[in-house]
């Protein structure tokens, strides 16, 4: 338990303040829907890279991944492995291509409306179903940055873990209700900054204090030498390959993740991705190994073993034997940041899918703009109540919570995005179908736990396969759709 001295919370007040700061400049600048969801594309390159990033790893950076690193070692190295990976080949082979196109094809503000442009499609079904998923898996997805938060102030502030849940979602919320796109964008971009100082200097100074690297691995090899083996589990039994192919498939992940996709649609100009890029990569290494070394270097350093959920609060316990006051509070504040983050950016992708694809599509398309973004503002609001209900178990774990939701973002949008973007053949009725069974697989798969393969392969592959044989079974696409993508191909090519 972290003795919650005067330090720390004035720590956490200056935090919070700076951020809520932030949600009320931006709510005077906030005039219509396009403001409030995507910012009116105006994200510098490096806001865009940090934001993507800190909205992507949320509170499962700080809490999830040093948890699954201090009770299964360095087998968490093929999730980080494969994340990196994952990040790369979305910046390199997504991020300048859905920029241009979503603008190219009806200025597109949202993913669900992307697809729906992508392919004419005046039924609206495509943007319906996938508003449907997104409401899903983004309200697991947020309800497991919840429960980071209980966890942050349970264990730090010694509140009740119920209280301590509504007090952080109610912060995140607040913000998110009056910023918009742009307050969420700015604050991720410094809650990035915090996030790397706070990751980085926790295990560089419990090495320290262990006496240096080699000390440091000579402990951890003595306490367990199997901590150190990628290939086997704590016990000694090796890794299977479905096992390490499960783990390494968090990587796949990233092609449809709205929150990080979001990103790339904002940022101000395409040529700005190249070095975005560059910036996010140095971000994402340093952090993930960071976060593997925290749970492995928590196994010697800690004398009092974590046991079960409590094995995800090693990075707190660690922060607070190691620095003392106003500094721990300062570190403590980068799990918030990396929860509030998220948490803000899947809020506002929800109330964007209530808002445009639900509402303004189906209920009213004459409603103004500005009932348009209080629409999305009580979308907010309401989806906020329904993840904290579905994070009140203290047990929960944010690991198994965020990887669900992940592997349904992942196979649901991630193949019907890669092949809406790269190939012309492609049909409405293929993506329909890639969308409705990559994310079914995924919910039919989680309950069977099949051959104990993580959820998203199955999912992905079987999205593909759907979205190719059911494209060459359909006509092929008006001339019209055709088209938008041959200038978007060529505006590609020239922005290189």
Known sequence: MVNADIGIIAAFVVYLALMLTVGALYY?????????????????????????????????????????????????????????????????????????????????????????????????????????????????????????????????????????????????????????????????????????????????????????????????????????????????????????????AWGLGYFGQPHILVRFMAIRDPKEIAHARTVAMIWVILSLAAAVAIGLVGKVFLSKPLVGPASETVFMVMTDQIFFSFIAGIILCGILAAIMSTASSQLLVTSSAVSEDLYRTYLRPQASEKEGVWVSRISVLVAAVIAIILGLNPDSLVYGIVSYAWAGFGAAFGPALLMALFWRRMTKAGALAGIISGGVTVLIWKQLNLFNLYEIVPGFIIALIAIYVVSMLTPAPDSSVIAVFDDVEKADKNTN
């Not at 219509?32 to 390159?45: A, E, F, P, Q």
């Not at 950076?61 to 494969?82: D, K, N, R």
């Not at 990040?87 to 200025?107: H, S």
């Not at 262990?210 to 003595?222: H, K, N």
Request: charged share 10%.
């Open 28 to 248: 005077k600048k906030t005039h219509n829907v396009s403001d409030y969801i995507l910012g009116s594309r105006g994200l510098n390159k490096y806001v865009a890279s940090l934001s993507a990033e800190a909205s992507d790893m949320s509170g499962w950076l700080l809490i999830g991944l040093p948890g699954l690193a201090y009770a299964s070692g360095m087998q968490a190295g093929w999730v980080a492995l494969g994340l990196i990976i994952g990040t790369f080949l979305n910046w390199k082979l997504v991020a300048k291509r859905l920029r241009i196109y979503t603008q190219e094809a009806g200025d597109s503000l949202t993913l669900p409306e992307f697809f729906k442009n992508r392919f004419h499609d005046k039924s609206d079904i495509i943007g319906g179903i996938c508003a449907i998923f997104i409401l899903i898996f983004f309200l697991l997805y947020t309800s497991a940055q919840f429960v980071s938060t209980g966890k942050l102030f349970n264990t730090v502030f010694g509140i009740d873990y119920t209280t301590a849940l509504l007090i952080g979602s109610l912060i995140v919320v607040v913000y998110t209700f009056f910023g918009g796109f742009m307050a969420v964008c700015w604050t991720d971009f410094f809650q990035g900054l915090l996030m790397l100082f706070a990751i980085l200097i926790v295990p560089i100074a419990a090495i320290g204090l262990l006496g240096g690297p080699v000390a440091t691995f000579d402990a951890i090899s003595a306490a367990n030498p199997n901590l150190l083996n990628p290939f086997a589990d704590t016990d000694g039994t090796p890794l299977t390959a479905i096992a390490i192919i499960s783990l390494m």
